[in-house]
């Protein structure tokens, strides 16, 4: 069974906050209702309509958007809000009754070079998973049918998954000219078919993510400096490594030496110039941010 957290997130409207999950919520569109009666096919938007200050409803992949009227200021209901929606999720409560299931989902992939030569990465136009998964063979992949499917092909070395892409790794012996077209259409087919693209029981990649959370899973204790390096590295480092179809994990934090430890996963890992770029990148910004709490940063191959 899912097991649903909830991220609280502001907009730039001050009157809506966003809801963010873990797990994706609906698979052939977005929705929004603007009332109880218009939220007919939504169980979780006509219970939050019985909250007296809701006016609206949004509901995409992975958030739910919530309009307030002036009643009320969402500092002093948010949490409440956001621990009623986990509880709710997590019950296993029908979120939205979608129509249309046997057509196909309206899906585009684009096929995108990263700077590691061995490593493609494959964008849809749709988010597709709600957090990082990374399989480095096919025993890995019990829980991902689509990484499964990718691994039958024996050039497949490894298979990221975050967000809206797939990054895949090969070997060798396979040139992409050859082999893009035949991995897009089939990650294309696959997302369009509306399977099941890692399996709710998977566990993500990425334990160290924080913010202002309402959870019911066990969260990663960080002390004070460790916690300000992954928000740094949510902040600063994570948008610019994703757009190169990869990811960087926080490992550990060495008191006594002041030695940062990463993860590199996806494009980056194995990447020729990844581990220096880096590294070094990486460790300007931390020495600059946060002064004689960090000597050096080591970055490590997932």
Not at 95 to 100: A, F, P, R
Not at 207 to 216: L, M, N
Not at 220 to 233: C, F, H, R
């Amino acid at each position: 069974m899912k097991e649903y957290s909830i991220t609280v997130v502001k907009t730039n409207n001050p009157n809506i906050l966003k809801f963010e999950t873990n797990h994706l919520l609906v698979h052939r569109k977005n929705y929004e209702y603007k009332n109880i009666d218009e939220a007919k096919n939504s169980p979780l938007a006509q219970q939050l309509f019985y909250l007296p200050f809701i006016k609206t409803v949004y509901i995409s992949g992975d958030f739910i958007g919530l309009e307030r009227f002036d009643i009320v200021q969402w500092e002093d209901v948010k949490d409440e809000v956001a621990q009623q929606l986990v509880e709710y999720l997590n019950a296993g409560e029908p979120i939205v009754i979608e129509e249309d299931t046997d057509k196909p989902i309206p899906v585009t992939v684009y096929a995108e070079v990263t700077p590691n030569p061995s490593t493609m990465k494959f964008v849809a136009s749709k988010k597709i998973v709600g957090a990082a998964f990374e399989f480095k063979n096919i025993d890995e992949a019990r829980d991902s049918k689509l990484a499964t499917a990718l691994f039958q092909f024996p050039f497949v070395k490894q298979v990221f998954i975050d967000e809206n892409y797939v990054s895949v790794s090969k070997f060798e012996v396979a040139e992409w000219d050859d082999i893009t077209i035949e991995l897009r259409e089939l990650i294309r087919n696959f997302i369009a078919d509306g399977k099941e693209i890692v399996a709710d029981t998977a566990k993500s990649n990425n334990p160290t993510q924080v913010s202002e959370t309402v959870t019911t899973q066990p969260t990663m204790d960080l002390d004070e400096t460790s916690q300000e390096i992954v928000d740094i590295l949510e902040e600063y480092v994570k948008p610019a490594v994703a757009s190169d179809g990869g990811n960087i994990m926080f490992k550990s934090y060495d008191t006594e030496t002041k030695t940062v430890n990463v993860i590199l996963q996806g494009a980056c890992s194995g990447c020729p110039s990844s581990t220096f770029t880096l590294k070094n990148g990486i460790e300007t910004m931390l020495k600059n941010m946060m002064g004689d709490k960090v000597n050096e940063v080591v970055a490590l191959n997932g």
